[in-house]
């Protein structure tokens, strides 16, 4: 069976300091693996993924992740925090190969970003 | 082009009360989904559906009825609600296959805020 933990239920950091939210997958083939963005009150918005192409993903408003098999994990980056990056992340496996691409969500992470 | 649409947007309930949700979309996508999602809990996929005419259960289904009469028409129904339904939903869709792996990218609505009295 699949499952994501994403390790930290709120991260706060300075606007302008690097970000990093934590995410660990189980699953007993090779994944694809997502972050999603859902802001206050809206959908949820695809930040980027990883489809067993490169290991090191970018996506969307300088975000990137690395897919580490050895440690199964697929941590989310951003260099330097703007205040529009305030929002709750998703991380989400995926089986590829099983039809009907059933999405399992981690519980989130709050990301609150300081002035 | 709207991309995925929910109605309604917001809504309150008795217990016992029936109600359906409208999920559109206008990419012409396989597959949907309706998601529900709980403080602390992420989402938590109720049902889906593949295809016209097709629908499958997910984790959650329990109390919970989908339609998919036409492709660009995804319903859930509650029957008789109770206030363990008291949640957010979310619709979301997808092409389904992309270079033969079920990983394309799903896209998600706007979201319907339920509360069961």
């Known amino acids: 069976a699949q499952s994501v933990t994403q390790l930290d239920s709120h991260v706060s950091v300075s606007e302008g300091t690097p970000v990093l939210l934590r995410c660990n997958y189980s699953?007993?083939?090779?994944?694809?693996l997502f972050w999603y963005v859902q802001h206050p009150n809206k959908g949820l918005q695809l930040l980027l993924k990883?489809?067993?192409?490169?290991?090191l993903v970018k996506g969307i408003n300088g975000f990137e992740a690395e897919f580490k098999k050895s440690e199964t994990s697929f941590h989310l980056t951003k260099p330097s925090a703007h205040m529009s990056d305030a929002a709750e992340y998703f991380c989400?496996?995926?089986?590829?190969?099983?039809?009907?691409?059933?999405?399992?969500f981690g519980q989130g992470t709050e990301l609150s970003v300081k002035p | 082009n709207a991309g995925v649409t929910q109605t309604p947007k917001f809504r309150v309930l008795k217990t016992g009360q029936s109600m359906t949700l409208l999920c559109a979309q206008d990419?012409?996508?396989?597959?949907m989904y309706w998601y529900r999602q709980d403080p602390g809990m992420g989402l938590r996929l109720i049902h889906y559906?593949?295809?016209?005419?097709?629908?499958a259960k997910g984790e959650v289904p329990d109390g919970y009825n989908v339609s998919r009469l036409k492709k660009q028409n995804f319903l859930l129904g509650l029957e008789s609600a109770a206030p363990s339904q008291t949640s957010v939903y979310f619709c979301?869709?997808?092409?389904?296959?992309?270079?033969?792996?079920?990983?394309?990218?799903?896209?998600f609505g706007p979201g319907t805020r339920l509360t069961v009295l």
């Open positions: 990883y489809t067993s192409a490169a290991t």
């Open positions: 979301a869709s997808s092409r389904g296959v992309a270079g033969g792996l079920y990983t394309d990218t799903q896209y």
């Open positions: 989400v496996v995926t089986d590829p190969y099983n039809q009907g691409g059933k999405l399992i």
């Open positions: 990419m012409n996508h396989e597959y």
């Open positions: 559906s593949v295809g016209e005419g097709t629908t």
């Open positions: 699953s007993s083939y090779s994944p694809s």
